[in-house]
């Protein structure tokens, strides 16, 4: 299941998407009302776990605008504010369903896993193609032209991750966070030594690179 996870208290989204990642979910989390609209509106999720007070935009308004643009993916409202009125008031902003902080991790599983069941079916992808490179999710292998690329887990996850966002720039952070599980940056150039052998890899035979360095920001897999 792809969550988008909108949250801007740093400490329990971190819960949260380490639960949820547990779970066997892929977790994309935004701190702010204006990124997380932003992605809402631009990308396909299953289920969108969004925090009723945010900075910038508030979830009510995100809540609004979504469902003005006829996307009907399943949202769970998380809240500081239980009272009675402050769910209807969200309910009929278009939640599906409304959750008072403080709550466990596992019924907020139970809820999001409920939710993703009422949203429109769809196949999970289990190839990702990229121009001429192709990440197999269940064999868990990567080709490019056809020709198979022997790689380590991490790089895999690296790649993996680099192709599901192609054509986006994806910070070092993201990657710490995503492929390496670090909510901090260990001031190490780890990322960049294991991109560096993921290059030789696959550019090997290649006049084009497979990855870009965008400079100042991080890499990207440029779409055709």
């Given at each position: 299941?792809?969550?988008?996870?909108?949250?801007?208290?740093?400490?329990?989204?971190?819960?949260i998407a380490?639960?949820?990642?547990?779970?066997?979910h892929?977790?994309?989390?935004?701190?702010d009302?204006?990124?997380?609209?932003?992605e809402?509106s631009?990308?396909?999720?299953?289920?969108?776990?969004l925090?009723?007070?945010?900075p910038g935009?508030?979830g009510?308004?995100?809540?609004?605008t979504?469902?003005?643009m006829?996307?009907?993916?399943?949202?769970?409202?998380l809240?500081?504010?239980?009272?009675?009125d402050?769910?209807?008031?969200?309910l009929?902003?278009?939640?599906?369903?409304y959750?008072?902080k403080p709550f466990s991790?596992?019924?907020?599983?139970?809820?999001?896993?409920?939710l993703s069941?009422?949203?429109p079916?769809?196949?999970?992808?289990t190839?990702?193609?990229?121009?001429?490179?192709?990440?197999d999710?269940?064999?868990r292998?990567?080709s490019?032209?056809?020709?198979?690329?022997a790689?380590?887990d991490?790089?895999?996850?690296?790649?993996?991750?680099?192709a599901?966002?192609?054509?986006?720039?994806?910070?070092?952070?993201m990657?710490?966070e995503?492929v390496?599980?670090?909510?901090?940056?260990?001031?190490?150039?780890?990322i960049?030594?294991?991109?560096?052998?993921?290059?030789?890899?696959?550019?090997?035979?290649?006049?084009?690179p497979?990855?870009?360095?965008?400079r100042?920001?991080?890499y990207?897999?440029?779409?055709?």
């Amino acid at each position: 299941m792809h969550v988008l996870l909108i949250e801007d208290d740093e400490r329990l989204a971190s819960f949260i998407a380490k639960g949820l990642g547990e779970a066997g979910h892929v977790v994309e989390h935004r701190a702010d009302g204006k990124a997380g609209l932003i992605e809402a509106s631009s990308e396909s999720y299953d289920v969108i776990v969004l925090d009723r007070m945010l900075p910038g935009i508030d979830g009510l308004r995100i809540l609004q605008t979504i469902r003005a643009m006829e996307d009907q993916t399943p949202v769970l409202v998380l809240s500081a504010l239980g009272e009675t009125d402050e769910r209807v008031k969200g309910l009929r902003a278009g939640a599906d369903d409304y959750l008072p902080k403080p709550f466990s991790m596992q019924e907020l599983l139970a809820r999001v896993e409920v939710l993703s069941r009422r949203g429109p079916a769809r196949a999970e992808p289990t190839r990702i193609e990229v121009g001429d490179l192709v990440v197999d999710l269940l064999a868990r292998s990567v080709s490019r032209a056809g020709a198979a690329i022997a790689l380590t887990d991490r790089e895999f996850r690296i790649v993996e991750f680099l192709a599901r966002h192609a054509g986006r720039v994806v910070t070092r952070s993201m990657l710490l966070e995503h492929v390496w599980d670090y909510h901090f940056d260990p001031q190490t150039n780890i990322i960049d030594q294991h991109v560096s052998r993921l290059r030789q890899k696959l550019d090997q035979g290649f006049d084009q690179p497979a990855i870009q360095t965008v400079r100042g920001a991080g890499y990207m897999i440029a779409r055709p």
